[in-house]
Structure formats: structure tokens, C-alpha cells
């Protein structure tokens, strides 16, 4: 029966591999990637992913072992022990080193994702919205994404912005810096097919950045926990040519005076 449960156990190893294994062909693994910096993110979750899987592999196979050589029936002597003094040391001290130098090693992908705003000077500083102007605000609400692009006069803020709700566009290949905001609790906005996840916390308004490498239409979720609809606070992300996209926030401009005027339309502005 010893026997039996050890390779029960054995069991636990070979479907979480396999799990691993056979998710890409299924199509449950990353989305694919569509922008600029989306590479240095996938590099380090396959990093991690790698170790953390050796680790895992190797620790299973010896607790197998374990159970498949000291099961019930084998009778014999045992040795009580209080301790070993030297491999305290070792696995306190290995695990120890591993993240200090993951600590170390994604700091790059960490300063390039998080620190270097492209509105940054020479220095590497954050800048602000005097050094390069925002494409957009996007703000958090329990349940959706609220948009704000500014109108014709390219100054975002006053009574020419236009809003939008959930429908995302963007131009391609270029830089977006957009401020990101919440107007109730904590929502995370989250663009898998451009590896960009971030915060959205009452209170403050955070610089978000990236570059996206291909049209085509993605999903923006809340990766944060923020209530009861928290499920469904979705949006759509459409990437698109700078010919198509002016086109289009030109189109959504014209909607909105039509319907409420220009004035009328900064109603609801919270700041
Ligand atoms: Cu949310």
C-alpha cells in the first residue's frame, strides 16, 4: 500500500508539468505579445518559471523517493535527529542568494517598465506633462474604464476633452503616456497583449507607458479584486494606424458636441 501512495504522490509532479506543458497547445498560455517592451517582461516570468520548475521537479522526486524507500513494511532501525547545523545554513543561505540575484536581475526590466517615463529627461527623472503631453487619462470606476482624451485644442483638462467609455484606441507605433486614475477603490489596469499592469489608486495619478507593435483589436481588464462586477469591467483595446485613429477621435469629437455641446460635456469632470 506504501508503494501505492508514493506513486499517487509521484503523480503531483508529472501533472503539473504536463499542465505546463501542454497549455501553449491548447492556447492557454501567454497572449502574444504586441509591444515594445513586452519582451523583457516575458523573458523574466520564463526565468522564474524555469527555476521555480527545476525546483519544484527536483524537490518532488526526492520527496518520492522518500516514500518509495522508507514505506510501512520495511522494518528496521531508525535514527532521531536534532538537527543538522550545517544544512540550516545551506538552505537558508541558497534561497536566500537566488533572490537577491533575481532582485538584481530584473531590475532593468523593473526601471523600464516602471521608472523610465518616456516624459523623462536625460536623467532618467519622471517627467511631467510639460515635457511630453499625455495621450490620454483613464480612469477606474467600479465597473468600467473611463476615458478622456483631449479635444481639438490638444490640452487635456477642460471643457474640449472627449470621453469615452471602455473603447480604447490607439495609434501604433508610437509612444503613449497615459495617466491613470481611480474615482473609487483600487482597480488594476491590465493590457495583457502589451505585458502592462498597473494600479489604479484613489488619490493619485500614475504615469503608464509603452508602445504597441501591431494593429488589432485587445482586451483591458481589471486585475484587481474591486467589488461585485468586478468580473465584468472590461473594455477594448483597437490598435490602429495614426491616419485611422485621428479619424476616429475626430468622428467621437464630433458625436459629442452634436449631442451636448462642447461646455455641457465637461459636466461629471472630477477635478
Ligand atoms: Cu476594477
Known amino acids: 500500500m506504501g508503494k501505492f501512495w508514493s506513486l499517487i504522490f509521484l503523480l503531483v509532479p508529472i501533472l503539473g508539468v504536463a499542465c505546463f506543458a501542454l497549455a501553449p497547445v491548447y492556447n492557454h498560455w501567454l497572449p502574444s505579445d504586441v509591444s515594445q517592451h513586452g519582451h523583457t517582461i516575458d523573458h523574466l516570468f520564463y526565468f522564474i518559471l524555469w527555476l521555480t520548475g527545476a525546483v519544484f521537479i527536483a524537490t518532488e522526486v526526492v520527496l518520492f523517493w522518500f516514500l518509495w524507500r522508507y ?61 511630453m503631453p499625455p495621450t490620454l487619462e483613464v480612469t477606474g470606476r467600479q465597473f468600467e474604464w473611463r476615458l478622456r482624451y483631449p479635444g481639438k485644442n490638444g490640452q487635456l483638462g477642460d471643457s474640449d476633452d472627449i470621453y469615452i467609455v471602455n473603447d480604447l484606441h490607439l495609434p501604433v507605433n508610437e509612444e503613449i503616456l497615459i495617466y491613470l486614475k481611480s474615482d473609487d477603490v483600487l482597480h488594476s489596469f ?15 495619478k500614475i504615469p503608464v507607458w509603452f508602445r504597441a507593435t501591431e494593429k488589432g483589436t485587445y482586451d483591458i481588464v481589471c486585475a484587481e479584486l474591486c467589488g461585485w462586477g468586478h468580473y465584468k469591467m472590461k473594455g477594448q483595446l483597437t490598435i490602429e494606424s495614426r491616419a485611422e485613429y485621428d479619424e476616429w477621435l475626430d468622428k467621437k469629437y464630433r458625436e459629442q458636441t452634436a449631442t451636448v455641446g462642447p461646455q455641457l460635456a465637461s459636466q461629471g469632470d472630477g477635478e
Open 71 to 131: 514505506d510501512g513494511k520495511r522494518k528496521g532501525h531508525v535514527n532521531y535527529t536534532h538537527g543538522s547545523h550545517s544544512l540550516e545554513i545551506i538552505w537558508t543561505i541558497l534561497p536566500a542568494a537566488t533572490l537577491l540575484f533575481i532582485a538584481i536581475y530584473q531590475m532593468n526590466a523593473w526601471a523600464e517598465s516602471k521608472i523610465r517615463n518616456p516624459a523623462a529627461g536625460p536623467d532618467g527623472i519622471l517627467g511631467t506633462a510639460d515635457d
Open 190 to 204: 491590465f493590457l495583457p497583449n502589451l505585458r502592462v499592469k498597473q494600479d489604479a489608486v484613489p488619490g493619485m
